[in-house]
């Protein structure tokens, strides 16, 4: 994965149930389920790259950084191809 930003698609509602995070695309009514370290890398963004989002993970969870960015790469896919996460270059 490029060392590109990555920032939520506009308009996804979110309901944070605590151990859970529930996203709804309200353009086409799909909800989405996450779980306590994808809930993480999701308030971990808007973020420059996944190494950014990894290091949140490490200071989260007794977790190495190649496993946190392995993790992170796979969820950021996951939530690019569904339309929710977005490439954003100039994220912070």
């Not at 529930?22 to 370290?37: A, H, Q, T, V, Y």
């Not at 200071?59 to 790469?73: M, P």
């Amino acid at each position: 994965m490029m060392h590109t930003g990555f920032t939520h698609a506009p308009d996804i509602i979110t309901t944070d149930l605590g151990d859970e995070l529930m996203l709804l695309d309200p353009r086409n009514g799909e909800m989405f389920s996450l779980n306590p370290c994808g809930r993480r890398i999701w308030f971990a963004l808007p973020a420059r790259s996944v190494v950014q989002v990894a290091n949140a993970l490490c200071s989260e969870y007794d977790v190495n950084l190649e496993r946190a960015r392995s993790d992170a790469e796979t969820l950021l896919d996951t939530l690019t191809r569904a339309g929710l996460v977005v490439h954003d270059d100039k994220s912070p």
